[in-house]
């Protein structure tokens, strides 16, 4: 038997052949002869879907923390610009998930043409059940598409990449957003919880995520954002009736703090919004 027909199998199972032929070496010695043999793994290649202003959003849901007291994080994010809303739940219920994409439309004043999600339960009942790409929605998701006039779109299963775009920024708003407030709350022996969150998130949107250059653009989210709200679907006549005209995308927009319920006393804001240490 020629033994480069093994090349590829496990070296344990290579080895035994081998010393069955006479060979002397230890398994070690073997590998690193193998080697040279075995072809090279070309990475996976990653092609960049970019999108023209306004015809996608990607939506997603991240934990921040898991257990009793849970935290989790809405996504949107506009494929063009960049920019992003955030908003902060202690679950990923179906509620929630509408909840979030309709504060999203409010939020940039317009609808996309598409929204591209995974394929969370809460969404997506059953694949491909009336055709390929046509999938069986849950009837609040469904009327709510029909509703603002976007169509649902879901990643194909275990392909989390083609959602890169609210990915990155789910590790961005981790790392840029939650780990410096979490040790700005602990120096005021506080945990970080739903209300704070929510505070803190649309500032740090408007001053910082938004107005920093993109890696991938290299242009702020703030200046595409400008370009994308003009080629952006209009709200539904009776969605635009029921928010205030204040409310409507002033870029760069961002829900005003007072309007969030904050439970804590007003002490704890004052330390926490009050100085420029704090983040901003």
């Not at 202003?53 to 849901?61: S, T």
């Not at 957003?177 to 022996?189: E, K, Q, S, Y």
């Not at 890696?215 to 928010?243: F, M, N, W, Y």
């Amino acid at each position: 038997m020629n033994w480069l027909n093994l090349i590829g199998s496990p070296a344990t199972v290579l080895f035994d052949e081998v010393v069955e032929n006479g060979y002397q070496g230890g398994i070690a010695q073997l590998r690193r002869f193998v080697c040279q043999f075995k072809p090279s793994i070309v990475p996976e290649v990653v092609v960049r879907f970019e999108t023209q202003p306004g015809q996608q959003m990607q939506i997603d849901f991240t934990s921040i923390r898991r257990g009793k007291k849970s935290l989790k994080a809405f996504v949107a994010t506009l494929g063009y610009s960049r920019a992003s809303y955030v908003k902060f739940f202690d679950n990923e219920r179906a509620e929630s998930w509408q909840q979030g994409l309709r504060e999203a439309f409010d939020y940039f004043g317009g609808v996309p043409q598409e929204v591209l999600c995974d394929n969370a339960k809460s969404l997506i009942i059953e694949r491909d059940a009336y055709a390929e790409g046509d999938h069986k929605l849950h009837v609040e998701m469904l009327q709510m598409s029909k509703d603002y006039g976007f169509k649902l779109k879901a990643c194909k299963p275990y392909r989390a990449k083609t959602k890169g775009k609210v990915e990155r920024f789910n590790h961005y708003l981790k790392n840029s957003f939650i780990v410096p407030l979490n040790t700005d709350l602990r120096a005021h022996n506080l945990e970080l919880d739903i209300e704070i969150a929510n505070a803190k998130v649309g500032p740090w949107l408007q001053r910082v995520a938004h107005q920093r250059i993109h890696g991938t653009t290299l242009e702020k989210p703030a200046d595409r954002l400008a370009k994308e709200v003009k080629s952006l679907l209009p709200l539904p006549a009776r969605v635009c009736q029921s928010i205030p005209q204040t409310n409507t995308l002033n870029i760069p927009i961002v829900p005003p703090l007072e309007s969030v319920s904050l439970q804590h006393s007003i002490s704890v804001y004052e330390a926490l919004l009050g100085g420029e240490h704090v983040i901003a």
